[in-house]
């Protein structure tokens, strides 16, 4: 396992950040979700060792995360939410320095450096201090050095806050193919649940300290046996029209309709429609839950 955490309480005077929090999680990209307040950042740090946990056990990449804090913090790359570039610094130099900080010799975490630069886009302005930086740029040079002695997991706190549509698409495309074409693990924490679904094949959720929910997304995002997404060659609303004149209830959802299927009717019932309309169906298919749904319906019963 990536990750194990078994019964992990921690609590900050009287607000329990993590309340017993049991999870595994698997090598893989996985999305740390919940509201403000759930305890995510908390979660971060106790993975890091930045903190000490009032009671539990915990395994990152298989060390301790009481006894083996410092070899958890070489072997992890992090990209906190917030700014921490050194001032006065050019990239290469910050990255190369980052490579240091976790034990590589001054000669290799320069060649790195430089080597990561590259990767996320940032060859030409390597030279260049990181205070002229874009919010992009230095976004990406946190990535770069984060990746610079090459984890095995990478910890990505609220990686595209703030950011404009241009920035944001940058990190998500630097997200992915790490994950999926360097072969690193991701814990990707955020509250944007499409960044989440973009990069991450596992999610889990807190709320107000516990875990709610864990699971991969496609299995999450259960089907729904009576409502269907249809889609037809013609007009939408007209065939919307003969379903409700049929007793079959319907409402246009993007491109396609949303079809709820009374109880005692078959979905053979919508194909008539179809076929006593002269109708062309092109999609028709069971609805499954969307992640935004999995993630309302995990707080929902933790409120």
């Known amino acids: 396992m990536l990750i194990e955490l078994e019964d992990v309480t921690k609590t900050y005077g009287k607000v329990s950040a993590l309340r017993g929090v049991s999870v595994a999680l698997p090598?893989?990209?996985?999305?740390?979700?919940?509201?403000?307040?759930a305890g995510k950042t908390t979660m971060i740090r106790t993975l890091l060792g930045l903190i000490s946990i009032d009671s539990g056990s915990g395994r990152v990449l298989g060390m301790d995360i009481r006894l083996h804090r410092l070899a958890i913090r070489q072997a992890v790359g992090f990209v906190p939410e917030d700014e921490c570039l050194f001032p006065g610094m050019n990239g290469v130099g910050s990255v190369a320095y980052a490579g240091e900080l976790v034990g590589m010799g001054p000669?290799?975490?320069?060649?790195?450096?430089?080597?990561?630069?590259?990767?996320?886009?940032?060859?030409?302005?390597?030279?260049?201090?990181?205070?002229?930086?874009?919010?992009?740029?230095?976004?990406?040079?946190?990535?770069?050095?984060?990746?610079?002695?090459?984890?095995?997991?990478?910890?990505?706190?609220?990686?595209?806050?703030?950011?404009?549509?241009?920035?944001?698409?940058?990190?998500?495309?630097?997200?992915?193919?790490?994950?999926?074409?360097?072969?690193?693990?991701?814990?990707?924490?955020?509250?944007?649940?499409?960044?989440?679904?973009?990069?991450?094949?596992?999610?889990?959720?807190?709320?107000?300290?516990?875990?709610?929910?864990?699971?991969?997304?496609?299995?999450?995002?259960?089907?729904?046996?009576?409502?269907?997404?249809?889609?037809?060659?013609?007009?939408?609303?007209?065939?919307?029209?003969?379903?409700?004149?049929?007793?079959?209830?319907?409402e246009p959802l993007d491109d396609h309709l949303l079809v709820r299927l009374p109880a005692g009717r078959e979905p053979r019932a919508i194909w008539q429609a179809a076929r006593e309309a002269g109708e062309q169906v092109r999609a028709f298919r069971p609805r499954r839950s969307t992640l935004e749904e999995v993630f309302l319906d995990a707080l929902g019963g933790n409120r």
């Open 27 to 37: 090598e893989g990209a996985i999305g740390l979700l919940g509201p403000n307040g």
């Open 107 to 250: 000669r290799d975490a320069l060649r790195r450096a430089h080597e990561v630069l590259d990767y996320v886009g940032l060859g030409e302005a390597r030279y260049r201090r990181t205070d002229s930086y874009s919010t992009g740029m230095k976004q990406r040079l946190k990535i770069a050095s984060a990746i610079v002695h090459d984890p095995r997991l990478l910890i990505l706190d609220e990686p595209t806050n703030g950011m404009d549509p241009a920035g944001r698409e940058d990190v998500l495309r630097l997200a992915v193919d790490l994950a999926r074409n360097k072969g690193m693990s991701l814990l990707f924490s955020s509250h944007l649940l499409p960044d989440v679904e973009a990069v991450c094949e596992y999610v889990m959720v807190l709320g107000r300290g516990r875990l709610l929910i864990q699971g991969r997304i496609e299995e999450l995002e259960r089907s729904h046996q009576r409502e269907f997404e249809l889609r037809v060659k013609g007009d939408h609303a007209a065939f919307s029209g003969r379903l409700g004149a049929l007793g079959i209830p319907s």
